[in-house]
Nanobody, 123 residues
Framework: QVQLVESGGGLVQAGGSLRLSCAATGSIYTINAMGWYRQAPGKQRELVADITSPSDGSTNYADSVKGRFTISRDNAKKTVYLQMNSLKPEDTAVYYC???????????????WGQGTQVTVSS
């Protein structure tokens, strides 16, 4: 069983910053990747950023957030962060943490999702 505990969402003005955190707990042998997705009202869920872990930490970003958002990780804490700067109203969405792990039995690869955290950016 893998759980993702998210924090850091909230309401900010355009141009402001937020830092999202997501800690993975449970039966985990290896974290293969963690990332952030978001879903705005009336839109499909989209990838925001992801990062491989604990391998070389290769990152991937949506074009819309490049240069503004930074994903990072703390392997010891099994935690991924999303630093969001220069926020825009169009960043308003529910942000979901995602993990791809090999479970503690070393037999299963498991996808897990956080409950989502609301980010609202006012103009």
């Amino acid at each position: 069983q893998v759980q993702l505990v998210e924090s850091g969402g909230g309401l900010v003005q355009a141009g402001g910053s937020l830092r999202l955190s997501c800690a993975a707990t449970g039966s985990i042998y290896t974290i293969n990747a963690m990332g952030w997705y978001r879903q705005a009202p009336g839109k499909q869920r989209e990838l925001v950023a992801d990062i491989t872990s604990p391998s070389d930490g290769s990152t991937n970003y949506a074009d819309s957030v490049k240069g503004r958002f930074t994903i990072s990780r703390d392997n010891a804490k099994k935690t991924v962060y999303l630093q969001m700067n220069s926020l825009k109203p169009e960043d308003t969405a529910v942000y979901y943490c995602h993990s791809d792990v090999t479970d503690g039995s070393r037999r299963y690869r498991v996808d897990s999702w956080g409950q989502g955290t609301q980010v609202t950016v006012s103009s």
